[in-house]
């Protein structure tokens, strides 16, 4: 049995949390760094001050340190090429190179992709800079609402649904034009609005095998009752109860497998884990968007609900095994809540002490995975737009939802913010 092996885990969020919880749950006890890490993963290991970004110091560490397995949790390092980088230097990396992770950090290559492999998506156009008033007059000629994405990496908040044509001319302007997103808006997607409920859909592959988890369903925008801004995810329930094991299968078959087979058959082996967010439409499901790693409020419910030792699981990925591993999951629904700064996803104020997290965890089918965290003159204080997310297990999905509120309770930070509304949509939707 491999003993004490060093695993390090690129991010700083709640997924990065959970993650470095379930390892730590592991036979093989294997000794955890992060980079950097919050106030969270500094009880599981030791966090290193290397930004998540600057995956040179990365690499020069995992070298120095003799890393077993490095795991590539965010979008940017994944953009920025670390596994490439990695993977030139011999090191044992978890996680889709580059080009591979370009479903997620272009999403006029992902449209393309799907156009090109007959998916099911929306009806779409993209445009640059250079094209801004072919933009204006494209939405001329389209039916509202109609959606706005910044093409590039936006922290989850670069979609932007617009009621009225001078709603979509607006955010064309502030996308393309202004910059809200920086460089990740220098090319924009325009496309349909489409109607339904949306989930969320991992799964793991080792570029040549894949496994399908369960279900889940993030809620993206801020307000109660799906209103407001979008954001990073404010909480996540799993398994759906509306989603049956036919309508699994059917996206197992019309959506995962010909995607991962496509980018094998592009020359763009996916490995790691391929996330498309879908909407279950009255045609059946399509695909809003490709992520390539773990959501970060969803894993939070998937490490709760995981049944087998993490640690192999990433191994037998890395050494491409992953067909002779079987997943196993328990019979539990999961919930995970997220706690925000007053604010957020727009300004928002750092550093104030956080209390009642103990009593809060008293609850055995408590977790808290921190995100926005840190320890300032021996205080445990907001470092973030989402501090933390409450999770809690149970044999009904109600039950989980009532344990994980009822805790929250018990949570205080000077102003706290967060939906009372999660997972309630679900519960009574039939399709």
């Known amino acids: 049995m491999l003993q004490n092996k060093k695993v390090l885990i690129i991010g700083s969020g709640g997924r990065e949390h959970a993650v470095g919880w379930k390892l730590d749950q592991s036979l093989h006890r294997p000794t955890l760094y992060f980079a950097p890490g919050n106030a969270g993963t500094k009880e599981l290991g030791t966090n290193l001050e290397i930004k998540a970004t600057d995956i040179i110091a990365l690499?020069?560490?995992?070298?120095?340190?003799?890393?077993?397995?490095?795991?590539?949790?965010?979008?940017?390092?994944?953009?920025?090429?670390?596994?490439?980088?990695?993977?030139?230097?011999?090191?044992?990396?978890?996680?889709?190179?580059?080009?591979?992770?370009?479903?997620?950090?272009?999403?006029?290559?992902?449209?393309?992709?799907?156009?090109?492999?007959?998916?099911?998506?929306?009806?779409?156009?993209?445009?640059?800079?250079?094209?801004?008033?072919?933009?204006?007059?494209?939405?001329?000629?389209?039916?509202?609402?109609?959606?706005?994405?910044?093409?590039?990496?936006?922290?989850?908040?670069?979609?932007?649904?617009?009621?009225?044509?001078?709603?979509?001319?607006?955010?064309?302007?502030?996308?393309?034009?202004?910059?809200?997103?920086?460089?990740?808006?220098?090319?924009?997607?325009?496309?349909?609005?489409?109607?339904?409920?949306?989930?969320?859909?991992?799964?793991?592959?080792?570029?040549?095998?894949?496994?399908?988890?369960?279900?889940?369903?993030?809620?993206?925008?801020i307000g109660i009752g799906d209103t407001g801004l979008n954001t990073g995810g404010m909480g996540t329930i799993a398994p759906v109860p509306f989603v049956d094991e036919n309508l699994m299968t059917e996206i197992k078959n019309k959506i995962i497998l010909p995607t991962l087979v496509n980018m094998e058959h592009d020359g763009i082996p996916f490995e790691g884990i391929l996330y498309p967010g879908l909407i279950i439409t009255s045609e059946g499901p399509k695909i809003i968007e490709f992520n390539s790693r773990f959501g970060d409020p969803e894993v939070q419910t998937y490490m709760r609900l995981l049944d087998v030792d993490i640690f192999e699981l990433f191994d037998a990925c890395i050494e491409k095994e992953l067909y002779k591993f079987e997943i196993k999951w328990k019979n539990l629904f999961a919930c995970n809540i997220v706690l925000a700064s007053g604010g957020y996803p727009n300004a928002y104020e750092k550093g104030k002490v956080i209390s009642g997290i103990e009593e809060a965890q008293s609850d055995p089918d408590i977790v808290i995975f921190h995100a926005g965290t840190t320890i300032k003159d021996g205080n445990l204080v907001t470092n973030g737009g989402r501090v933390m997310g409450v999770s809690a297990t149970g044999i009904t999905l109600q039950e989980a939802l009532d344990k994980a509120y009822k805790a929250i309770q018990k949570i205080y930070y000077e102003g706290i913010y967060y939906r009372d509304d999660i997972g309630k949509r679900a519960l009574h939707t039939k399709l």
């Open 59 to 221: 690499l020069e560490f995992a070298k120095k340190e003799n890393i077993y397995m490095t795991l590539a949790l965010p979008d940017d390092p994944l953009a920025l090429g670390i596994v490439d980088l990695f993977r030139k230097n011999n090191l044992r990396i978890w996680g889709p190179t580059k080009e591979a992770s370009k479903l997620e950090w272009s999403k006029a290559f992902a449209k393309d992709f799907m156009h090109r492999h007959n998916l099911p998506t929306s009806q779409f156009r993209t445009f640059t800079e250079e094209q801004y008033n072919d933009a204006l007059s494209y939405i001329d000629t389209h039916t509202t609402p109609v959606v706005v994405k910044a093409s590039g990496l936006a922290l989850g908040k670069g979609v932007l649904i617009c009621l009225t044509r001078e709603e979509a001319k607006i955010a064309v302007e502030n996308i393309l034009i202004k910059k809200i997103f920086g460089d990740g808006g220098s090319e924009i997607v325009i496309e349909e609005f489409l109607l339904g409920p949306e989930i969320s859909t991992h799964a793991i592959s080792d570029g040549v095998s894949s496994k399908v988890f369960p279900s889940s369903q993030d809620h993206k925008k």
